[in-house]
């Protein structure tokens, strides 16, 4: 199976070094790194463009684990500068999140409140057990949280939609060593552009899209709540394409399907490996043997708490900056 | 006759006292919040309802919120919800703890 992949990606390779931008992709990371983001944004614009609502449920149901593994990955595991004792001190307030969102779904009620107060804590613990300028970080982290928890519910919608765009910051900052200003400055540049194009192409919403509207798009109008439902399909898919793909080809060399496997049991064990094939299969199976919708919210319930484990990696991270 | 009146009268008065007495559904959910779990169900936000004579005799029926135990959709009970959340909350501290201890800087002390 992966000896046949591998044979499919050398093949793949052999026809783009026949023109001169494989050749130039094949020598030059960042110029390969480039066309795949301009290709991965792309696919995302025509598929928001033709199928949100498609895109909706089968963006979350297939990318969803992949990328949740992606970023333990590159926010825990291979973050060495991020010590066992951060991991566990972020660890905690997130397994209340996961709580929360599990006593949801079995019939429970949604606390936005203890959701951002348990957010909050996770971002605290960072920047308390960082070692660095932490104050500048703290004062930027509190101002933030006084009006989040004065307004749990905005904070948690404001949070779906800005977690797609934090993906965009951490791969910009993570991959200036690797990547040109220029070519990052063409890919934001075309995810900006589609996104105006998408924002503005937007028609009215199709007629199963109210409860969607109704709850990324809160009080604003079928219309207008339906151009913000189509910008964040596309950005959903964006942030999927940066985790999967754009982060760790700004990390190393393109690398066979043989050598990638090699890497995620170095990464996460045998038996770690084993678990990530098994529930990145689990979720896909469900909504086809199930109902897509209810396989999607599952998901989306559990992981929730990546959006916080971002912010809180993030503040550890800034916090953790010395003087120059 | 006079004992016969007297507990007419007492049945006549009783009656709206015990439309007021708080149905064994709120009753199940005094003191709870909505969502908590009551016997076979949660409580939840609903609307009870009575109604008594008004000043012209016919009935008037009064309308108004109040918390009460109805059946959950959800199968599973106060303490099964818990337990979920229990276990939620170990897979992903579990994966913390798993993650620090291949980090390799936190290995346990036997």
Redesign the interface.
């Known amino acids: 199976m992966i000896s046949s992949l591998d044979a499919g990606r050398r093949w793949v390779w052999r026809q783009a070094v026949r023109t001169r931008t494989g050749r130039t992709c094949a020598r030059d990371r960042s110029a390969r790194v480039l066309a795949l983001a301009l290709g991965h944004v792309g696919v995302a614009f025509v598929l928001a463009a033709l199928g949100p609502m498609w895109l909706l449920i089968a963006g979350p149901v297939v990318l969803g684990v992949p990328h949740l593994v992606a970023d333990l990955r590159y926010l825990i595991v291979r973050n060495h500068r991020l010590t066992a004792a951060a991991t566990i001190g972020i660890a905690a307030p997130l397994a209340a999140i996961a709580a929360l969102h599990a006593m949801q779904l079995a019939g429970g009620r949604a606390d936005a409140l203890a959701e951002v107060g348990f957010g909050c804590a996770a971002i605290a613990i960072a920047i308390g057990l960082a070692a660095g300028r932490r104050a500048p970080v703290a004062v930027l982290a509190v101002g933030l949280a006084v009006p989040a928890l004065a307004w749990p519910e905005l904070a948690l919608l404001a949070l779906a939609h800005v977690h797609n765009v934090v993906a965009i910051g951490i791969w910009l900052w993570w991959s200036q060593h690797t990547v040109s200003r220029a070519h990052r400055l063409a890919t934001i540049s075309t995810i900006a552009l589609a996104t105006l194009v998408l924002a503005a192409a937007a028609g009215s919403p199709p007629a199963d899209a109210a409860p969607i509207v109704s709850g990324l798009a809160p009080g604003l109008s079928d219309d207008a709540g339906w151009r913000l439902v189509v910008v964040y399909v596309f950005l959903q898919s964006v942030h999927y394409a940066i985790w999967l793909r754009l982060i760790p080809s700004a990390h190393g060399r393109p690398s066979t399907f043989r050598r990638s496997v090699a890497m995620l049991r170095e990464d996460f064990g045998a038996r770690g490996v084993v678990v990530v094939a098994v529930v990145s299969l689990a979720v896909p199976l469900a909504a086809c043997v199930g109902d897509p919708r209810t396989a999607r919210d599952v998901y989306l319930s559990f992981a929730t708490f990546h959006g916080w484990l971002e912010l809180a990696v993030i503040a550890y991270l800034a916090a953790g900056r010395r003087r120059a | 006759m006079a004992r016969v009146l007297v507990i007419l009268a007492v049945l006549s008065w009783s009656v709206p006292v015990l439309a007021d007495v708080p149905s064994p559904e709120q009753e199940a959910c005094m003191g709870k919040e ?2 908590d779990s009551c016997g076979g169900g ?1 409580c939840a936000m609903t609307k009870c309802s009575r109604a008594r004579p008004g000043p012209d005799g016919k009935l008037e029926t009064m309308e108004w919120d109040c918390v009460q135990c109805v059946p ?5 009970t106060g303490k ?3 337990a ?10 579990g ?3 798993w ?5 390799g ?2 290995r346990p002390t036997a």
Not at chain 2, 99 to 103: P, V
Request: charged fraction near 15%; avoid cysteine.
């Open positions: 909505v969502g949660e959950s959709t959800a199968s599973s099964g919800r818990i979920i959340g229990v276990v939620a909350a170990l897979v992903l501290l994966g913390g703890v993650f620090a201890y291949r980090k800087i936190a």
